[in-house]
């Protein structure tokens, strides 16, 4: 599914003294498919526009078009619809965990999208197993004996379990140990490309960001800084800092080694291409 | 009877400590006879996965918990004597995660009395010590500011400002800079260096992001509620190998050496920052 936002802007209290911009007239389209990254730091409004993208949020003005459906302008019920194709796991899923077991709350989502036994049955199933759990072995246990990665896990199953299009990320890892981290990724990322669906995962690891997604979108005070890909973001240092943000280590390296290695790239952000790029200039000198 | 270091600021002995049970009736060892120290003016990292029992630890340094077999003692003082509670309590200052969680008052210096007035401090040296502790998070300006519109990375200064106030000789973090984006968790790694190099304060840092650390006195690693590791910051991080095993990661710097030395390029294995990576490769 394609998601295209066009002149959405958000003002929360408006016309009272507490009046909040928080988004200023975005204009970008997701392609179907593609994987993108939110960042911007805290208040940006990163969260304001993703609980757009599944009308959670109403505009103050402008307009969100899923697959050229305006979902402003649908009737309840195909809303309803449509957020079953976009999955929203929000920070800290694992605080919406409420059912007696793990395969009951897994259950729930698509229990409430009307389907047989026998689909959800197998959906969760599916799901649970996606997310690198084993079936057999947790679902009967209670979601709160759990720990945090594997309860994290358990969550963002429950929204797998709908089976979304578009599914959507904040701070899936924050919290989460350096392999718990890791694993959720990777996971993410087999799903991106086993499923085909538009994934777009919000956090401040630019480290995280740099080797997931084909595009990222910079948030600064409600407005677009940059939407393009990692190579482009990630060489706009002095504008990044300047917002409060950074770039990976390894290419503040690159950049530094720039003044000993004239011919040295300065597009890298991760220390797999940090490595390949070293060895090519100091093995070619 | 082991003769009491004047430098010790915290003596875990042979300690262990179990969870009563889960659901399913088991007990779970969380500490399985883990002995460390930390003296005056320390700063330690402390790393492990999630599970590996550092917050069970942090607990009882603190203690909110105790230890089901062996002591923890506190600037001398052993958490198990209850009249020691309220003196230990306030001896080691604890911040955590989640700073939403830990503000408690609708105006910044308010909330930073907060916990010299259940001390019983005069009112006039509460002020003092309001504006001393504001001053060394560098947030004076915002004394009279409602905390839910500071920044995560603010919020959290103001925690740390909270327990200056009670005037801690030691401070535990329970990883605080989780929740924060880029630049708070710069301004919050800024305050807790300065308060360890200018104050004196003992630190103990407990994170997952191993940049956070490579500056500590030392890094005590914990895998399955035992110390496995325990040394400075250069002598941990180049054991790259064993880290990824117990799920744990090095610095960015640390790796990339380690991935080029595989290749065969002669280089240190014990790189930890930016700055010595390029010393490294442009000699």
């Not at chain 1, 392609?31 to 990163?46: A, M, N, W």
């Not at chain 1, 897994?106 to 199933?125: H, M, T």
């Not at chain 2, 504006?131 to 990375?153: C, F, I, N, T």
């Amino acid at each position: 599914m394609s998601v295209e936002i066009k002149n959405l802007s958000h003002t929360y209290s408006e016309g009272s003294p507490f009046e909040f911009k928080a988004l200023k007239d975005i204009n970008i389209t997701i392609e179907d498919g593609s994987f993108i990254g939110i960042i911007g730091h805290t208040g940006s409004g990163k969260s304001t526009l993703i609980q757009h993208l599944n009308g959670l949020l109403t505009p103050t003005s402008g307009t969100v078009l899923v697959d050229g459906k305006n979902i402003f302008e649908s009737k309840k019920a195909e809303l309803i619809q449509l957020r079953h194709h976009i999955g929203l796991v929000f920070q800290y899923p694992e605080h919406q965990l409420f059912e007696e077991t793990v395969q009951k709350d897994v259950a729930f989502g698509p229990k409430n999208q009307g389907l047989s036994d026998d689909e959800i049955d197998q959906r969760v199933r599916q799901s649970i197993k996606m997310v690198g759990l084993d079936f057999d072995e947790i679902k009967d246990k209670s979601p709160f004996e759990l720990s945090g990665g594997q309860m994290r896990r358990v969550a963002i199953a429950g929204v797998l379990a709908m089976e979304p299009s578009v599914l959507i990320l904040d701070e899936p890892t924050a919290g989460l140990d350096p392999r718990g981290r890791e694993e959720i990724l990777a996971q993410i990322k087999s799903l991106h490309s086993q499923k085909q669906i538009t994934v777009i995962l919000v956090s401040h690891s630019m480290e995280d960001i740099g080797k997931m997604v084909d595009k990222i979108l910079v948030m600064n005070e409600g407005e677009v800084i940059f939407f393009d890909t990692p190579n482009h973001v990630f060489t706009e240092i002095t504008t990044l800092e300047s917002i409060g943000l950074a770039v990976p280590e390894v290419t503040y390296l690159m950049r530094r080694l720039k003044e000993k290695y004239p011919e040295i790239r300065e597009d890298i952000f991760t220390v797999e291409a940090a490595k390949k790029e070293i060895l090519k200039v100091i093995r070619g000198s | 009877m082991i003769m009491e270091s004047k430098n010790r600021m915290i003596d875990v002995r042979d300690v262990y400590f179990t969870y009563p049970h889960n659901n399913e009736n088991e007990s779970v060892v969380a500490l399985d006879g883990v002995s460390l120290h930390i003296e005056k003016g320390e700063f330690v990292g402390i790393i492990g996965h999630n599970g590996s029992g550092k917050s069970t630890l942090s607990k009882l340094l603190n203690a909110i918990i105790f230890p089901t077999q062996g002591d923890v003692i506190v600037s001398g003082l052993n958490t198990k004597d209850h009249e020691n509670l309220w003196t230990i309590r306030q001896t080691a200052g604890m911040v955590f995660q989640n700073p939403d969680n830990q503000l408690v008052a609708t105006i910044v210096e308010e909330d930073v009395a907060f916990g010299p007035e259940n001390l019983g401090v005069p009112p006039q040296e509460i002020r003092e010590r309001v504006d001393r502790a504001l001053a060394v998070v560098e947030m004076q300006a915002y004394a009279h500011q409602k905390p839910h519109q500071l920044s995560g990375g603010q919020k959290q200064r103001i925690a740390i400002a909270g327990i200056l106030a009670m005037e801690p000789e030691c401070i535990i973090f329970d990883e605080p800079t989780a929740m924060l984006d880029p630049s708070g968790r710069r301004e919050v790694m800024e305050t807790i260096k300065r308060l360890n190099r200018d104050k004196d304060m003992t630190v103990i840092h407990i994170t997952h992001f191993m940049e956070e650390i490579v500056a500590a006195d030392r890094i005590i690693v914990l895998d399955k509620g035992k110390v496995v590791m325990e040394g400075e910051p250069r002598t941990i991080f180049r054991q790259v190998k064993r880290l990824k095993e117990i799920g744990l990661d090095v610095p960015q710097m640390t790796e990339l050496a380690y991935e080029l030395r595989i290749e065969g390029l002669k280089i240190a294995d014990d790189v930890l920052s930016i700055e010595e990576m390029v010393n490294a490769l442009c000699q």
